[in-house]
């Protein structure tokens, strides 16, 4: 019994400290985390939303976030051993990142894990729960957006 408290006080506290929120700025993030490992600026010209990516290393994990119009929409987490994340810390990533709002029960698609929220933010775990991937909304339809712009013909400069 011992051991499995102190395996818990152990899971809560490494996944406390890797705990991006969806729509923190670029400086809260670096409070958060201290200085950004890589930093990929993807604003070309063609690219229909402007995003930059930031990486950081925290308590075992190695974070991911993208970050448009100066806040974060997405972020990935995986641990820095390859280990699987457990079913504790894929609940309390969610918890960190649902902003008032409910997750829904998760649905298997394509052998990966899915949920979603109740305002269209997702979350993807991988078919061999290395990586989850937390969307904002505003990522989520802005990537609507510019999918639909892409299939929509259009004459301009005719």
């Known amino acids: 019994m011992r051991i499995a408290l102190l395996t818990l006080f152990f899971i809560v506290s490494v996944t406390a400290t890797a705990r991006a929120r969806l729509g923190e700025t670029a400086d809260q993030l670096v409070l958060r985390y201290g200085q950004p490992l890589v930093e990929k600026d993807q604003k070309a010209g063609g690219d229909k939303i402007p995003l930059a990516e930031v990486t950081f ?43 008032g709002h409910e997750w829904e029960a998760p649905r298997m698609v394509q052998g990966q894990k899915w949920w979603t929220r109740d305002d269209t933010a997702t979350a993807q775990l991988d078919q061999d729960g290395s990586w989850l991937t937390i969307r904002s909304k505003e990522l989520v339809s802005k990537e609507a957006v510019a999918k639909k712009d892409v299939r929509a013909p259009s004459l301009e400069g005719f």
Not at 67 to 95: C, H, Q, W, Y
């Open 57 to 99: 290393q925290k308590g075992g994990f190695e974070i991911n976030v993208t970050i448009t119009d100066g806040v974060s929409v997405a972020e990935i987490f995986k641990k820095l051993n390859g280990e699987p994340l457990t079913v504790e810390e894929v609940r309390t990533l969610l918890s960190a990142n649902s902003q």
